[in-house]
């Protein structure tokens, strides 16, 4: 898939990027509320399994899915879809 066929906004994409890198545990609410998305189980497989991103999840309360980073990811190597170059340019700066 390209992406120009990736279903989700851009800005939404970049923002759960940021949100990972900065080692946040994100949920669908936590996107709606600040990214004002409502895709995030479709970003998060696609950088799960296009991009190789290393994503885990744990379930909450009301069986609600929070995704993170796993502690010991390789940052340095992980590929970012076209809307995220600047969150990867930021990692790469820090």
Not at 18 to 41: P, V, Y
Request: aromatic content about 10%.
């Amino acid at each position: 898939m390209s992406d120009d066929q990736f279903y989700s906004g851009k800005t939404q994409i970049a923002w759960a990027c940021q949100a990972l890198l900065d080692g946040r545990k994100i949920s669908h609410r936590s996107e709606i509320n600040e990214a004002h998305g409502w895709r995030l189980g479709a970003i998060i497989c696609r950088l799960k399994h296009e991009f190789g991103w290393p994503i885990d999840k744990e379930r909450g309360a009301g069986n609600v899915a929070y995704y993170f980073l796993i502690a010991d990811a390789d940052l340095a190597n992980l590929r970012f879809p076209r809307s995220a170059r600047t969150a990867a340019k930021r990692e790469a700066a820090e």
